[in-house]
């Protein structure tokens, strides 16, 4: 119904910035929310920023000031420009969405994530 591809992630020294790229593709109605989470080895999954369809955006504390969401709703893509990054910023990054299919249900849709290393 729907799919999402993740690109962007890759290795960086501390300091530096990646900008990480989702987009949706398949039989979209709608997208509603846009969020990135990330997963460490060992740890929970954490959601790291979001975004509405309104372009309200949100942080988790440990990226704010840090990340930026964004979003192309023309494109069905959501960014999140990451600068200033740390070696705990290591994870794998997956896209989530709530969109709306054609069937008119909404449901929740993951993509299969980005690595992102930061060496320090």
């Known amino acids: 119904q729907v799919q999402l591809v993740e690109s962007g992630g890759g290795l960086v020294q501390a300091g530096g910035s990646l900008r990480l790229s989702c987009g949706a593709s398949g039989y979209i109605f709608s997208i509603n929310a846009m969020r990135w989470y990330r997963q460490a080895p060992g740890k929970q999954r954490e959601l790291v920023a979001s975004i509405t369809s309104g372009g309200t955006t949100d942080y988790a504390d440990s990226v704010k000031g840090r990340f930026t969401i964004s979003r192309d709703n023309a494109k069905n893509t959501v960014y999140l420009q990451m600068n200033s990054l740390k070696p705990e910023d290591t994870a794998v990054y997956l896209c989530?969405?709530?969109?709306?299919?054609?069937?008119?249900?909404?449901?929740?849709?993951w993509g299969l994530g980005t690595q992102v290393t930061v060496s320090s």
């Open positions: 989530y969405a709530v969109a709306v299919s054609w069937d008119k249900v909404e449901r929740g849709y």
